[in-house]
Structures are given as structure tokens and as C-alpha cells.
């Protein structure tokens, strides 16, 4: 059973920078593509970033490109999304995933990933 522990989100003004950690246990981290989906009040959930399991390939949602870098360490089982010039319409849940059977051409489709962390809150003030 893989467990997976988000960190880093919070409060930050239009404009600013997170980066958000999500910290793996209990599995293989480098077997597995990694995904970042957001869930904003009222809205369904949707994704963000993908990264393959060595990192070589990455996707991203049309909304974050050029904005956000999702990026992994496999000696840390960690996978990181870095979140530059935000605006309000980032505001969500941050939630990190866990895909075994598609490592190497990471999927955008949630229901894809097997195991999902607890999310974070970040929140962008305009």
C-alpha cells in the first residue's frame, strides 16, 4: 500500500510562488508515474501535472503551462510541482497521485491513479 503525504500549500498573494512536496511510502516510488490534480470549492476535481516514472516525460493541464513545474526525486520518493505566477483561479485542494500501470507515459485521467494522498489547501488572494 503506498501512502502519500502533500505539503507546502498555504496562503499567497496573485502573483506568488508555491511548491508543493508530496512524499511517498510504502511502495516503489520509481515504479510509478506521478500526477497532481486540484479541486476547487463547487468544481470537480481536475488535473494538473503528470510526470512520468524517471521523469523523462511530463504533461500538463493548458491552465498551468508555463507556470507550474511538476519534477520527482527518486532517492527522496518525492515528486514536486512548483507553482509560479498564481492567480485566484488556482485556488483548490492540491492533491498528489500514485499510477503504476502507466509509468512511462503518465495519464491525465484521475481514475487512472491508485492511490491518492489527503490534498492540500492552497489558497490565492487576489
Known amino acids: 500500500q503506498v501512502r502519500l503525504v502533500e505539503s507546502g500549500g498555504g496562503l499567497v498573494q496573485a502573483g506568488g510562488s508555491l511548491r508543493l512536496s508530496c512524499a511517498a511510502s510504502?511502495?516503489?516510488?520509481?515504479?510509478?508515474?506521478m500526477g497532481w490534480f486540484r479541486q476547487a470549492p463547487g468544481k470537480e476535481r481536475e488535473f494538473a501535472a503528470a510526470?512520468?516514472?524517471?521523469?523523462?516525460?511530463?504533461s500538463y493541464a493548458d491552465s498551468v503551462k508555463g507556470r507550474f513545474t511538476i519534477s520527482r526525486d527518486n532517492a527522496k520518493n518525492t515528486v514536486y510541482l512548483q507553482m509560479n505566477s498564481l492567480k485566484s483561479e488556482d485556488t483548490a485542494v492540491y492533491y498528489c497521485a500514485a499510477d503504476r500501470r502507466r509509468p512511462v507515459v503518465p495519464s491525465t485521467t484521475g481514475s487512472d491513479y491508485e492511490y491518492w494522498g489527503q490534498g492540500t489547501q492552497v489558497t490565492v488572494s487576489s
Open positions: 510504502g511502495g516503489t516510488f520509481s515504479r510509478y508515474a
Open positions: 510526470i512520468s516514472w524517471r521523469g523523462g516525460s511530463t
